[in-house]
């Protein structure tokens, strides 16, 4: 069964580059541009194994309230936030939960992914 990540990122260069770098840890990737985008696939199918999202991204919820209504709505599903331009205190996310500032690395991203799929 393979192990799906929902990538939640606007810019298409980097999204393209952030399937293929999950695809190298064994993960696939649904992947969307926004926030609502994201919610309408978790509506039909929440059963991916942990969200990443873009924190800065066009449309009414930025990747931060994203990532909040997903802890309030399935709150057992891990989420990653992701951002060059914003930094998000570890302290402030739940035990499910990791900020990765970007740029960030290949081995980075496989930490952060095995530590969450762990718990």
């Known amino acids: ?69 997903i802890w309030g709505r399935w709150p057992q599903l891990p989420v990653i936030v992701s951002s060059g331009n914003r930094v998000v205190s570890h302290g402030s996310l739940p035990a499910n939960a990791m900020f990765m500032r970007k740029p960030w690395a290949l081995d980075t991203l496989h930490e952060a992914v095995k530590s969450l799929l762990d718990n």
């Open 1 to 69: 069964m393979a192990r799906t990540v929902l990538l939640v990122e606007d810019d298409t260069i980097l999204r393209s580059l952030i399937v293929e770098a999950l695809s190298l840890i064994d993960l696939d990737a649904a992947e969307c541009a926004t926030a609502a985008e994201a919610m309408a696939i978790l509506e039909r199918d929440h059963g991916h194994v942990l969200v990443l999202t873009d924190i800065c991204m066009p449309g009414e919820m930025d990747g931060l309230e994203l990532a909040k209504t």
